[in-house]
């Protein structure tokens, strides 16, 4: 969980303190420095985030690895036996075992933030800790911060997923999302497969024998560290490859607050602009352009940025399993990165490919659109599209029917009765059907004709 604030003062300062804090642990005690403006040397970065889980393991390799030293010890809230892909052990066990030990970790990191903007949570639902606890701590944070929005980045765990009781944690956790999260990001660890698939076979089709100094300059965006790792074993290296790909969503999304920009959106006009309704709140997103991570030659100018566009409202780039053009678009948002990329080039854009998107009716012009100068690291541009889209329902109904599946001989259930009422999982199943039909209707609703009233002669 990461817990962002904004800071108003230099722009190093804006963009360093808002996802780190200057520390220096010299004398024994913990001493906030300033970063911006050079007033004090960098000693120690710390990140503004906790680190949650209940198997040691998995935070002790972050720990060893090289990101290990922005975490200090009150950083860390873990255990040792796991939830058990129990998603009622998460939620009711280590919930309450945890509460007070991770609202003040949350405490002393929000004191330290000038200006509290939002917390951003990053979990997955397929297993029992990130979906059970996850959700848990998402319901504390409305309680103790109801003002400060909460995003959350949920990982949908795959049809196949090896966790057989996944339908089960996932549609739990959603209820628990549609209650208290303002923002939801879904992303499906297939669409992640069938992405990196994708970029493996486009690798395999190009000969070594193009290795030219500008094809290499913009070598692999997302994926250039997985390409060099020759001696990695395939499994961790698609694994790495997966996270990357959502490191880069979460890149592109606070962006904004980094870098200066024409255009820049704050991340609470998100909410403001592309949840119409509070329920309705799961947003689609995809990242474009793919091309540079399986090393293909990007093509520049306005017609690069034309296929940059096209790219973002393909299925092909989307981070779900889902095909948006085939639901209506309630809102949508455009996050473009880039030098030379200018406010004209997206209207263009929008214009061009509004004509093949079907727009809800009360809504046609609802684009949102933002424009940050840096772009990213090894790629001459990049845009999110973030999108508020009726298709969602096939997610919804993805996972409710395997949760069906199972609940209908209630295989499994006695698992969850041990910590949680047999009733809680029926109203979390209800209450994701009657997303998906509140999905439905709002995708079948039609503007009332207006009568034109004459005046009386």
């Given at each position: 969980m990461n817990v962002v604030s904004k800071v108003v003062d230099s722009l190093c300062c804006n963009w360093m303190n808002s996802f780190f804090r200057n520390v220096d642990t010299r004398e024994g005690k913990t001493r906030w420095l300033?970063?911006?403006?050079?007033?004090?040397?960098?000693?120690?970065?710390?990140?503004?985030?906790?680190?949650?889980?209940?198997e040691e393991g998995v935070i002790n390799k972050v720990l060893a690895g090289p990101l290990g030293e922005l975490f200090s010890e009150h950083q860390l809230i873990k255990d040792v036996s796991g939830s058990g892909n129990n998603w009622a052990h998460g939620h009711?066990?280590?919930?309450?075992?945890?509460s007070k030990d991770i609202l003040e970790a949350v405490r002393r990191e929000a004191e330290t933030c000038d200006s509290l903007q939002s917390f951003f949570l990053i979990h997955s639902l397929g297993g029992g800790t990130g979906s059970g606890l996850g959700t848990y701590i998402l319901g504390q944070l409305a309680d103790e911060y109801p003002d400060v929005y909460r995003f959350t980045t949920a990982v949908f765990p795959s049809e196949d997923d090896d966790v057989i009781t996944?339908?089960?944690?996932?549609?739990?956790?959603?209820?628990?999302?549609?209650?208290?999260?303002?923002?939801?990001?879904?992303?499906?660890?297939?669409?992640?497969?069938?992405?990196?698939?994708?970029?493996?076979?486009?690798?395999?089709?190009?000969?070594?024998?193009?290795?030219?100094?500008?094809?290499?300059?913009?070598?692999?965006?997302?994926?250039?560290?997985?390409?060099?790792?020759?001696?990695t074993p395939e499994r961790y290296r698609a694994f790495d490859d997966m996270n990357t790909i959502g490191a880069h969503l979460l890149c592109n999304l606070t962006c904004s607050m980094r870098f200066e920009g024409h255009l820049n959106v704050d991340l609470n006009e998100i909410t403001m602009n592309l949840v119409p309704f509070p329920r309705l709140h799961l947003l689609l997103s995809s990242v474009a352009p793919l091309a540079t991570l399986a090393n293909k030659k990007l093509v520049y100018g306005s017609r690069g940025l034309d296929q940059m566009f096209t790219a973002a409202f393909s299925r092909e780039c989307q981070l779900t399993t889902i095909q948006p053009r085939s639901g209506t678009y309630f809102a949508c948002g455009l996050i473009v990165r880039g030098k030379g990329v200018e406010v004209s080039d997206i209207n263009r854009n929008i214009d061009r490919l509004k004509p093949k998107l079907k727009m809800a009716p009360w809504n046609t012009d609802g684009f949102k659109i933002g424009?940050?100068?840096?772009?990213?690291?090894?790629?001459?541009?990049?845009?999110?599209?973030?999108?508020?889209?009726?298709?969602?329902?096939?997610v919804l109904d993805g996972l409710a029917g395997r949760f069906h599946k199972l609940f209908r001989v209630r295989a499994h259930v006695h698992h969850y009765t041990e910590y949680t009422e047999l009733s809680h999982m029926k109203k979390a199943y209800q209450r994701v059907k009657e997303l998906s039909k509140d999905y439905e209707i709002l995708e079948k609703a039609v503007p009332r004709s207006r009568k034109r009233i004459l005046p009386a002669i």
């Open positions: 300033p970063v911006g403006n050079g007033r004090e040397k960098i000693r120690t970065l710390k990140a503004r985030s906790i680190l949650v889980d209940m009711c066990v280590y919930g309450k075992q945890y996944s339908p089960y944690n996932s549609v739990l956790s959603l209820d628990q999302l549609i209650q208290h999260s303002d923002c939801v990001l879904p992303i499906e660890n297939q669409a992640l497969m069938d992405i990196c698939s994708r970029i493996d076979s486009k690798r395999a089709c190009r000969t070594d024998t193009r290795s030219s100094v500008n094809e290499s300059k913009y070598d692999s965006t997302l994926l250039n560290k997985s390409a060099k790792r020759g001696s424009l940050c100068s840096a772009p990213p690291a090894h790629q001459p541009y990049s845009t999110l599209c973030l999108a508020n889209n009726s298709a969602i329902r096939g």
